[in-house]
């Protein structure tokens, strides 16, 4: 799983906030970037923990976590089928759900290795800037990391029983995470609740920074949004991983995958 | 299901991974793959494990020698070696975190031309939502009739520039014990005096309580020997970006509180209030009685005046939730009173004040 050609396409979707991180170090080292601006006609000040909860927000929350879980959590199952290889494991003297757990299990450990790493790049290239301090936001960043494996663990659980189901997994996630979401999330109802993102970003804002200029980006983001509570958030998302890894294994358990030939 | 095409993704990539014979041939080639991907994928895991365990650590290092709000176990801001022992009233704000909160903005709003930063940066280079990280003031008894009172700025300054606006207004340097000390004569308010006293700390006040505190750097006594302004520095929220701490004994000793106040605050002797402004301010007081009876008193008059403010505020849905979040607690001669200021509460708070 590691060393397969995705790990190039996850190389860069990680790789490009640390860019982004060393170019906004550069520009404050000289003085292009200097935190200040206006907003609405009011006056602004950023620092360095501010620019990190922004990135964790925008790089990872609402593109890495769930392009990865995608990408690896519905080739868990798919990948086997389409590469014919899935008789190997399925002949093993073990039942198919440990095999599909054990897989998911190598998807958390790899995806999370790479992801989280950069996640600490970032904080310690971007949280210094403009006056921050590493120690007062560090907790901030155990919250934003822990957020993180949530998200991979869930998103992951949810597309190892697409992969698990679906015929072509990666367009059903893909328009999943791309089209559903970002849709039904600002859509007055109850509709959002069918998503992750709306269990998921109930828990940002309280791994975000509080400041003012975070709160008006937010609340601008989240204009139409009402978020669960904490502990609502929490339970959805438990009910997701739960139920997705579930009945990913019940389904490769009961499933005949033909090989086509 | 079998398949005879090779296969070419998925967990393996090689038949032979899967089904591995031992025939004297072609044992090496799969082994020594196999052997090549292990140390590959350990050596990816250690470098990404060491990387997030490296940096856990660096930040847990960081986060519990940060130069805290209140290091209540130790001796407290650094620059409470400046803070004489006898002192009243000592205060801590971060002006940092606090410029950057949602409630300045909120203040901003209602004074768009500022509180005076404009004119400092003007006056002397100093932007104080960016050059002053945090300060620590206090008051202390004096011999004469006003109390001593002093205000250390940590930040980054233009010494240069301070000196030279300090000079344009009629004030005068000297070196006072190594020091840098810019004095100026303030009429009513006596000599006012402002002094460098290391890298990036600057203290204002009147020149003797300036000239004290020079020495008292120097030296060993200052507030972190006095154990009683210790304690109360311990009943301080650990979180909070704001906080003040006083002995009203002290207070009545400081000569600016009017007697008939002083004598309405007889069982009251020290007071601690500690809060974090964000996009709302969170809090609490506590209030030290001069005895457990006075204590109770305390807690007594703090709960009538909850239940009066409840009774007041029914029709009030916007300050219900500050109401809601008041809680009461003490045990002995204290009594603490914690709260939230939401920012729609803090909207009308700001807007009374500013239409008063």
Redesign the interface.
């Known amino acids: 799983m590691l060393w397969s050609r995705r790990t190039v396409f996850m190389a860069l979707v990680v790789g490009g906030p640390v860019v982004v991180a060393i170019i906004v170090r550069a520009l404050v080292g000289m003085d292009l970037l200097s935190g200040r601006g206006m907003v609405d006609g009011r006056p602004i000040t950023v620092d360095g923990p501010i620019i990190f909860g922004l990135m964790i927000w925008g790089f990872y929350l609402r593109f890495a976590v769930p392009l990865l879980g995608v990408f690896y959590g519905t080739a868990l199952i798919a990948d086997e089928v389409e590469d014919k290889t899935i008789t190997y494991l399925f002949t093993r003297p073990l039942s198919r759900g440990a095999v599909l757990v054990g897989k998911y299990l190598a998807y958390l450990v790899s995806t999370g290795l790479v992801v989280l790493p950069s996640v600490m790049l970032v904080f310690f290239l971007v949280v210094p800037v403009l006056g921050g301090e590493i120690g007062s936001a560090f907790p901030s960043l155990v919250t934003d990391l822990a957020l993180l494996a949530l998200g991979l663990a869930v998103y992951g659980a949810l597309f190892a029983l697409v992969g698990a189901w679906f015929k072509r997994p990666l367009l059903t996630g893909l328009v999943f995470i791309f089209g559903w979401e970002p849709i039904v999330v600002v859509v007055p109802g109850y509709m959002k609740r069918l998503t992750v993102s709306y269990y998921l970003q109930g828990l940002v804002p309280h791994a975000m920074p509080q400041e003012g200029l975070v709160s008006t980006i937010l609340s601008i983001l989240q204009a139409n949004e009402v978020f669960p509570s904490a502990a609502m958030s929490v339970l959805g998302l438990g009910a997701i991983l739960v139920g997705g890894l579930g009945l990913a294994t019940w389904l490769v358990e009961r499933r005949e995958y033909v090989l086509e030939q | ?3 005879s ?1 090779e ?6 990539t090689r ?1 032979s991974r ?2 591995l014979v031992p025939t004297v041939g072609a044992a090496s080639a799969p082994n020594g793959a196999e052997n090549l ?1 292990t140390r ?2 350990r050596f ?2 250690l470098g ?2 060491g ?2 365990v490296v ?2 650590c ?3 290092f ?6 805290a709000a209140l290091a209540v176990s130790g001796a407290g801001p650094i620059e409470l070696r400046y803070v004489p022992a006898n002192a009243s009233v000592v205060g801590y704000a971060n002006i ?1 975190e606090v ?4 409630v ?2 909120r203040i ?2 209602l004074a768009p031309d500022g509180v005076g930063e404009n004119e400092l940066e003007t006056q002397l280079g100093l932007d104080v ?2 050059d002053i ?1 945090h300060m620590v003031a206090f008051l202390a008894p004096s011999e004469d009739d006003r109390p001593a009172g002093l205000a250390l700025f940590r930040g980054r300054f233009d010494t240069a520039r301070l000196e030279g606006v300090a000079r344009g207004r009629g004030a005068t340097v000297e070196t006072y014990e190594g020091k840098r000390l810019v004095s100026v004569e303030a009429g009513d308010a006596g000599s006012l005096a402002m002094v460098f006293m290391e890298p990036g700390l600057v203290a204002v006040g009147d020149l003797s309580t300036v000239q004290q505190a020079i020495s008292r750097g120097l030296q060993a006594a200052d507030v972190t020997s006095n154990p009683d302004m210790m304690a109360l520095l311990e009943l301080v929220e650990d979180d909070s970006n704001a906080w003040a701490v006083g002995q009203f004994g002290d207070l009545s000793a400081l000569g600016f509180l009017p007697d008939d106040v002083s004598s309405q605050m007889p069982a009251v002797s020290a007071f601690a209030v500690s809060g974090r402004v ?2 709302g301010v969170t809090g609490s007081l506590s209030i030290e009685g001069r005895d457990e009876e006075a204590g109770q008193n305390l807690r007594d008059v703090l709960r009538g005046f909850l239940a009066l403010a409840t009774m007041q505020t029914n029709d009030r849905p916007e300050l219900q939730t500050m109401l809601e979040s008041l809680q009461l607690s003490g045990v002995g001669a204290y009594a603490t009173l914690s709260f939230w200021i939401p920012s729609d509460a803090l909207d009308l708070i700001l807007s009374s004040s500013d239409e008063s």
């Not at chain 2, 296969?7 to 393996?12: H, V």
């Not at chain 2, 960081?62 to 130069?67: D, F, I, L, P, S």
């Not at chain 2, 410029?99 to 949602?102: A, F, N």
């Open positions: 299901m079998c398949s095409n296969p070419s993704g998925g967990t393996f038949r899967y089904n991907m590959q994928t990816f895991v990404a494990g990387l997030l940096g856990l660096t930040g847990l960081a986060y519990v020698n940060r130069e940092r410029m950057l909160s949602d300045r903005e901003r709003n939502e960016l990280d964000t996009d």
